[in-house]
């Protein structure tokens, strides 16, 4: 597969990234990416609950992947791609609705690895879940054009 984003400007990347079907169906919007880290935002309702009235784990765990992920975006270089091998969560409690905001910043990176960690609080700014994910970089040898 062929991406062909400019990894250096935040307004195409934040473009791109929010236009995705994924995003749009789970209600999930990147706010920021620099180097700094990243912001992502879940406006949670009815579609995010599970069986017992709380946002479903799988919806916590989407936003966790995304912001560690979206934290690695500003290290990538014109030409590589990266993708998920290992994803970690701690659920710490349950949220009910409202925002879900997600903090995300790298921890380390290597030639090929990154570990980027994520923090997840509610609209009352509890922690409700921490995470990390550890991404392969890898080359698309593909020329990236604006």
């Not at 934040?14 to 995003?23: A, E, Q, T, V």
């Not at 966790?64 to 992920?69: I, K, P, Q, R």
Request: include cysteine.
């Amino acid at each position: 597969m062929n991406i062909n984003i400019p990894w250096t400007d935040p307004k195409i990347v934040r473009s791109k990234i929010n236009k995705s079907p994924f995003y749009k169906t789970i209600s999930m919007k990147m706010e920021i990416t620099n180097k700094k880290g990243s912001i992502v935002r879940i406006k949670s309702g009815n579609k995010h609950k599970n069986l017992w009235g709380t946002v479903h784990g799988g919806a916590l765990a989407s936003l966790v992947d995304s912001t560690c992920g979206l934290s690695v975006v500003p290290y990538l270089k014109d030409g590589e791609t990266m993708v998920t091998i290992s994803l970690y969560i701690d659920y710490i409690a349950p949220v009910i609705e409202g925002d879900i905001l997600g903090r995300g910043r790298i921890i380390h990176r290597g030639r090929r690895l990154v570990r980027a960690e994520a923090i997840i609080t509610d609209q009352k700014e509890r922690i409700v879940a921490r995470g990390y994910a550890l991404f392969m970089i890898s080359e698309n040898n593909t020329k990236v054009v604006p």
